[in-house]
């Protein structure tokens, strides 16, 4: 099925979708063979889905299979998010969730309990399983805002008609409808807000967390549900004109966010900003969690269009940082959080006499960016006083950062390096050393590192501001790139040579085939090949783990590997431990050079899955 999708991955939608409609009818097997297809979907079909990226299918396969293996922390996680989320409730505000140890005392029971203990009888568990699956929404009322009001007025004209529904099936609804109300608050703003850029094109979506990854959230952190801040999310969107405008889309981002906190009371502690620091696989975006209007917790994701592309189909893909152990960068995913609250106190770093560990490391001259309100400006420390709890930074007023942020991963990075580089030197020579210093274009803050770990501005008076700064995260090559380009400035050198030299360096860093307009439906299929291959390998580990718990023998693993023959992308299916000589004769070639991966390799060079064989002449 693997290889056959690589050339129609339409065979594996259609797969998907046949599994989904087996999943929500499943209540017509016996309960034997219904967790038993509910287990098989959960480990092999539901990981297939997260690696195709069709998230919200994903997440209705897990909830159902939740629903049958699971039927009872199913129903108490459904239960309590209702009492959240119910505005009607008057008792809601002196509950307090009580769930957590209820569900880490039953979850030790839960794999012995199975779905025959619920029901007394054949009749009621097809009865009661029926109910539970009902209450799994279907994914594509998150993708379809008249297919959701049509799904709320249906279960109301039957509310009012006495059709009486499942408990659950109506705390479903609750959930659907309190996400409804918070997306139309949101959206009320936002129209009458003349704050974002007038004309840019913004759009809303929203979804609820799959009851199953609640669960999981909730033991791997071993929080309650109330600290899942993730459980109903919205997520804006600000259109760049396909990156035309992405640095106004950026400004953008930050307008929102003062919409967001605005309108509803944000959490201490819970704002990580992506944007200026991205994560280690390139994912930009702003995240804050506030508290609703039913003082429930909501999470907004804020985004260019560019950003969100990037994503959900580049490289920041939601499986590949999620599930990958590569470590693609370092120090390009560590959060910084910043709360509303300056009093607040909530780190997770280390803390070394006062100062979280990962500010430790600055030195004078390490580039910073200020931001006030949606004006991200460029800026650079210039002295670290007290162990690094204040620091005073020089800003440069004329030197607006949005699109530095928005292109930080382009060939052009050194340019901007040598903009922070100049301001460091400009302050250097004019012997600026304290708060007030400076001239029309540029001026020295003195910033103070708070309870939230957050740099805040502090003015003449001592008080704190809304004002503070981001520290930016440098991988290695960023910073030995950036001091380079300070060391030149200093010395009175031109960069440009530095620009010529690392352009140079960058073309000689592959020997892979070359991408042209033929080639791109090659490139596709092998890199869709690749990542089945990978998620095939990884379903197989965890069911020889499995068997070897079991005490079964079995091994699963198939003695065959596949490679793609280059340029014309055809798979070839050998047995395991076939050399590159084996290929060639497979191909006709037998006795030429063969390149695999790019690389000259020798005649016994054992072949891998997902090789890419080149006969060159």
Not at 237 to 253: F, M
Not at 275 to 298: C, E, F, R, W
Not at 394 to 401: P, S
Request: net charge neutral; hydrophobic share 35%; with cysteine.
């Amino acid at each position: 099925m693997l290889l056959g999708m690589v050339d129609d991955p339409r065979v594996v939608l259609i797969k998907l979708a046949d599994r989904l409609h087996n999943m929500r009818t499943i209540y017509a097997l016996p309960i034997p063979k219904a967790e038993a297809v509910a287990q098989e979907t959960l480990a092999v079909w539901c990981s297939l889905a997260s690696r195709l990226g069709v998230w919200a299918l994903k997440a209705e396969l897990e909830d159902l299979c939740f629903a049958v293996l699971q039927p009872q922390v199913f129903m108490k996680i459904r239960s309590e998010l209702t009492s959240m989320w119910n505005s009607t409730s008057k008792d809601k505000s002196m509950r307090r969730s009580s769930i957590r140890s209820d569900l880490l005392a039953s979850t030790k029971e839960v794999h012995a309990t199975s779905t025959h203990d619920l029901f007394s009888s054949n009749d009621q568990e097809q009865s009661n399983m029926e109910d539970l699956l009902q209450a799994v929404l279907p994914f594509d009322l998150f993708l379809d805002r008249r297919r959701r009001s049509d799904f709320l007025n249906n279960l109301q004209s039957n509310s009012e008609a006495s059709i009486r529904k499942p408990k659950i099936v109506d705390d479903a609804a609750i959930a659907l409808t309190s996400l409804a109300a918070c997306e139309e608050e949101l959206q009320q703003e936002l129209l009458i807000t003349t704050s974002y850029i007038p004309g840019m094109e913004v759009r809303l979506s929203s979804r609820l967390k799959s009851l199953y990854s609640i669960y999981c959230k909730m033991k791997r952190k071993r929080v309650g549900i109330r600290q899942v801040y993730d459980a109903r999310a919205l997520r804006v969107i600000v259109g760049d004109k396909n990156g035309a405008l992405h640095g106004p889309a950026v400004r953008s981002c930050y307008s929102i966010l003062d919409i967001v906190h605005r309108l509803w009371t944000p959490i201490d502690g819970e704002f990580d900003d992506y944007i200026i620091n991205p994560k280690g696989s390139g994912y930009q975006s702003l995240h804050t969690a506030v508290q609703a209007s039913d003082s429930s917790p909501l999470e907004v994701q804020i985004r260019t269009q560019r950003m969100h592309e990037y994503a959900e189909y580049g490289l920041a893909a939601h499986w590949l940082y999620k599930e990958s152990s590569v470590n693609t960068g370092s120090g390009m995913g560590n959060k910084i959080k910043q709360s509303t609250s300056y009093a607040s106190s909530s780190s997770e770093d280390e803390i070394t006499d006062g100062v979280p560990s990962k500010y430790i490391s600055m030195k004078v001259g390490h580039p910073v960016l200020r931001i006030d309100g949606n004006h991200l400006l460029a800026a650079v420390i210039v002295s670290i006083e007290k162990g690094g709890k204040e620091l005073l930074v020089a800003v440069r007023f004329t030197l607006e950062a949005s699109e530095d942020v928005a292109e930080r991963r382009s060939s052009f990075q050194l340019k901007r390096w040598e903009a922070y580089a100049r301001l460091h030197k400009k302050v250097t020579e004019k012997w600026w050393c304290a708060p007030g210093h400076g001239d029309w274009s540029t001026n020295l803050e003195k910033y103070t590192l708070c309870r939230d770990g957050i740099y805040h501005k502090q003015d003449q008076f001592g008080r704190l501001l809304p004002t503070f700064i981001q520290i930016i995260d440098l991988t290695e090559e960023e910073e030995e790139e950036y001091w380079m380009v300070v060391s030149a400035v200093f010395e009175g050198k031109e960069t440009s040579t530095l620009t010529s030299e690392s352009s140079n360096g960058d073309r000689s860093t592959s020997d892979l085939p070359i991408s042209t307009p033929l080639s791109d439906p090659i490139n596709n299929k092998v890199h869709l090949l690749r990542t089945m291959l990978q998620w095939e390998e990884q379903v197989r580990r965890r069911a020889s783990v499995a068997e070897r718990s079991l005490g079964s023998l079995t091994d699963p693993i198939l003695r065959e590997v596949a490679i793609i023959c280059w340029p014309y992308g055809k798979i070839m299916r050998m047995s395991t431990g076939s050399t590159a000589a084996d290929a060639g004769r497979r191909m006709g070639v037998d006795g030429k050079l063969l390149w695999v991966n790019g690389q000259l390799v020798l005649p016994q060079t054992e072949l891998k899955d997902g090789d890419i064989v080149e006969v060159r002449t």
